[in-house]
């Protein structure tokens, strides 16, 4: 369900399409379709009750950290190579770091999110892209 949080948060912050939300499922189901959330979520079509569903229904305290953090950082670093306009990526990083589970926002990797924008505000562009490049990196070997 990890990978699934990923995709229903960043869904909500408009950071990935539906049709990218539901490519993802439809893989996951097919890889797994004895797993009553994915076939729950194959037959759910308002997304909004998706995203509440996937949000509601996983056990933040047996949340694998280390996967999670692989995933989002991975969708992350190809919306910021996609992305040309830091100030607009770093308000949209800012309200991710809102929308993630309380118990996970005051740790690294994800706490940078809170303050990478911080630089922005001195004008200040090359420190902020080199805070959000080490964020993207924190998993790489």
Request: aromatic share 16%.
């Amino acid at each position: 369900m990890e990978e699934l949080l990923v995709y229903a948060i960043l869904l909500y912050e408009e950071l990935v399409t539906e049709t990218d939300y539901n490519k993802r499922l439809d893989e996951l189901f097919l890889n797994n379709p004895e797993n009553d959330d994915f076939l729950y979520l194959e037959w759910e079509t308002d997304i909004k009750k998706a995203i509440i569903y996937i949000r509601t229904h996983i056990d933040y305290k047996k949340l694998d950290l280390e996967r999670f953090g692989r995933i989002l950082m991975s969708k992350l670093e190809t919306i910021y190579a996609n992305c040309s306009d830091i100030e607009y990526f770093a308000n949209r990083m800012y309200s991710l770091w809102e929308s993630l589970p309380g118990n996970i926002q005051d740790i690294e990797p994800f706490w940078t999110l809170c303050y990478a924008d911080d630089p922005l505000s001195w004008g200040d562009e090359k420190q902020s892209r080199n805070i959000y490049e080490h964020m993207l990196s924190y998993y790489k070997d």
